[in-house]
């Protein structure tokens, strides 16, 4: 049987600037596969060509074995889509919402009343069908919109960035809907997300996409693992961690190093039994060590080692974060 989902070197271009920069990837069926990575590393590009919304520039992809190119209709009728921008009528019940998606889908009269209840109870949204979305909170039109991309039984579902803008405890919810839908509909899921937990908490494997490349593809273990045991960041001041790095590189039980805004993390295995060497050497270098942390690795640490940066850097101070998604939200 064909994977699920299987990508090969897949490039798509706007006017020059190479936003997709020939990745490769597949997933098998059932799994729940990660896209990972900071705003504007191309996953929503990835999964726009994937889903036929936009072309690619080139490269090629299947869909449960259908070209994504060559067989558009198959496709959309292999997969759900939710998109990380909302696209629910406020002014219609959720109900009313799904009953329209339904119908689009092609889905027999007699077949969308029981369906959409079947959906609403998956999301757990069955007492609020009859309410106008416009009164539903953020978490809720999640799930109305979860539910939608799944009327049609598709094979593979897409979510780009699923819980975008939610509170944590939404979020939570929301992480707990998609496992249990994965895990009892067997059906494929691939997300998109910037969030490290996240990922980490859903995925069976993640693919970290930086720049529009993949730069590393395994579980979230196996991922993890590559840096050893554990993490000890020091904070040093006065911009002084570059020092202290340039140091720690001649340490042979130091497996990577990286620097950071003031930091300089360092991965190792026994970190606990490294912590008074290195406050030690930051002594005699005269440097002041403002915190230490030991800790076990996490996807930010992997993601720092792989790209040399942090993901969170990205997202600017929370007032341009809150803007972003306000304007994601459509408020
Ligand atoms: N229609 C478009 N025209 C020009 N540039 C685009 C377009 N869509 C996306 N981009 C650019 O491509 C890059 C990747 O965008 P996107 O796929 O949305 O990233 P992500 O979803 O990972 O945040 C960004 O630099 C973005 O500005
Ligand atoms: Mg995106």
């Given at each position: 049987m064909a994977d699920a989902i299987k990508v090969e070197s897949l490039v798509k271009r706007f006017n020059g600037f190479?936003?997709?920069n020939r990745i490769s990837f597949s997933v098998k069926r059932g799994e729940l596969f990660g896209l990972l990575g900071p705003n504007g590393a191309g996953k929503t590009t990835t999964i726009n060509m994937l889903s036929t919304l936009i072309r690619p520039t080139s490269?090629?992809?299947y869909i449960d074995g259908f070209d994504i190119s060559k067989n558009?209709?198959?496709?959309?009728?292999s997969i759900g889509m939710v998109f990380q921008e909302p696209a629910l009528d406020g002014k219609l019940t959720g109900r009313e919402n799904l009953y329209f998606h339904a119908m689009i889908y092609g889905l027999k009269k007699?077949?969308?009343?029981?369906r959409i209840n079947e959906v609403l109870r998956l999301v757990e949204l069955e007492d609020k069908g009859n309410f106008l979305v416009e009164k539903y909170s953020g978490g809720m039109k999640r799930r109305l919109e979860i539910a939608r991309g799944l009327i049609h039984k598709p094979r593979v579902l897409f979510l780009d960035e699923p819980t975008l803008g939610l509170d944590t405890q939404t979020r939570r919810h929301i992480w707990d809907y998609i496992k249990r839908l994965n895990r009892d509909s067997g059906v494929t899921v691939i997300l998109t997300t910037h969030y490290m937990e996240e990922a980490d908490f859903l995925c069976d494997r993640i693919a970290i996409i930086d720049h529009g490349k993949i730069v590393a593809l395994d579980t979230p273990k196996k991922l993890k693992d590559v840096l050893g045991g554990d993490v000890v960041r020091l904070e040093i001041d006065g911009g002084k961690s570059e020092k202290l790095a340039k140091k720690l590189k001649e340490l042979k039980w130091v497996r990577t190093i990286r620097t950071y805004n003031g930091f300089v993390a360092v991965t190792t295995s026994h970190g606990e039994k490294r912590?008074?060497?290195?406050?030690?050497l930051g002594q005699q270098m005269k440097l002041k060590i403002k915190?230490?942390?030991?800790?076990?690795p996490?996807?930010?640490?992997?993601?720092l080692h792989?790209?040399?940066r942090v993901i969170r850097e990205q997202e600017g101070s929370p007032i341009d974060m809150y803007k972003a998604v306000m304007r994601a939200r459509g408020r």
């Open positions: 190479t936003a997709v490269g090629k992809a558009k209709n198959e496709v959309r009728n007699e077949e969308r009343v029981a912590i008074p060497e290195l406050i030690e915190s230490v942390n030991l800790r076990k996490s996807l930010e640490d992997v993601f792989f790209t040399g």
